[in-house]
């Protein structure tokens, strides 16, 4: 296993929260803040950030939240916009990817 730099990383938390959910998109906000290193709050705002913005879909079944990332979403920078969520998650996280294609 490759040393763990904590002085900077190439996703932002935004990035970091995405590839937890699609890895268990039935995660408790506790366990991606935990995961990702950041606080239950901050991971809340980015869920509702990322929602908005088209790329997660959240369903509710019984009293869990599950999470759905959205595979056909693209990048919103420019220099990324041509690229969309699935292959970036299939390269973090697997052939499985933890999107759906829609």
């Known amino acids: 296993m490759l040393p763990v730099s904590r002085e900077w990383t190439f996703l932002s938390n935004h990035g970091h929260v ?36 088209g790329y997660l879909h959240k369903s509710k079944t019984g009293r869990r939240n599950r999470y759905r990332v959205v595979a056909g979403a693209h990048f919103r920078h420019h220099l990324e916009a041509g690229l969309t969520l699935g292959p970036f998650l299939e390269l973090v996280n697997g052939p499985r990817g933890g999107a759906d294609r829609g």
């Open 18 to 53: 995405l590839v937890s959910l699609a890895r268990d998109p039935e995660a408790r906000m506790r366990d991606v803040a935990e995961a990702v290193g950041i606080t239950e709050r901050a991971v809340q705002q980015i869920v509702h950030d990322l929602v908005d913005e």
